[in-house]
Nanobody, 124 residues
Framework: QVQLVESGGGLVQAGGSLRLSCAVSGRTSSSYGMGWFRQAPGKEREFVATITRSGASTYYGDSGKGRFTISRDNAKNTAYLQMNSLKPEDTAVYYC?????????????????WGQGTQVTVSS
C-alpha cells in the first residue's frame, strides 16, 4: 500500500516562503508521477503542479505559475513544493498525490493515492 505524508506547512507572513515535502512509502517514488493540489476554505480543490516520474518535466496550474516550484528526489522518495512570495490567497490545505501515469496529469481522478494534507496559512 502506497502512503503519502505531507509536511512543511504552517503560518507565514505574506511575501514569505515555505517548502512542502511529500514522503512516499510502500513503493519507490520513481514509480509515480507526483502532483500537488490545494483546497481553500469554501472552495473546490484545485491543481497546483505536477512532475513526471523522472523529474524531467513539470507543469503548473495558474495557482502555481511563477512563484511555486515542484521538484523531487527519488533517492529520498520525496517530492517537494517550494512556494515563494506567498500571498494570503495561497492559504489552503495542500495535498500531494501520486499517479501511475507517465504523462503530466492535472485532473484529480487520475491520481490513485493522496496524502492527508498540510495546512498553509499566509497572514497579511
Amino acid at each position: 500500500q502506497v502512503q503519502l505524508v505531507e509536511s512543511g506547512g504552517g503560518l507565514v507572513q505574506a511575501g514569505g516562503s515555505l517548502r512542502l515535502s511529500c514522503a512516499v512509502s510502500g513503493r519507490t517514488s520513481s514509480s509515480y508521477g507526483m502532483g500537488w493540489f490545494r483546497q481553500a476554505p469554501g472552495k473546490e480543490r484545485e491543481f497546483v503542479a505536477t512532475i513526471t516520474r523522472s523529474g524531467a518535466s513539470t507543469y503548473y496550474g495558474d495557482s502555481g505559475k511563477g512563484r511555486f516550484t515542484i521538484s523531487r528526489d527519488n533517492a529520498k522518495n520525496t517530492a517537494y513544493l517550494q512556494m515563494n512570495s506567498l500571498k494570503p490567497e495561497d492559504t489552503a490545505v495542500y495535498y500531494c498525490a501520486a499517479t501511475s501515469g507517465y504523462e503530466l496529469r492535472t485532473r484529480e481522478p487520475l491520481y490513485e493515492y493522496w496524502g492527508q494534507g498540510t495546512q498553509v496559512t499566509v497572514s497579511s
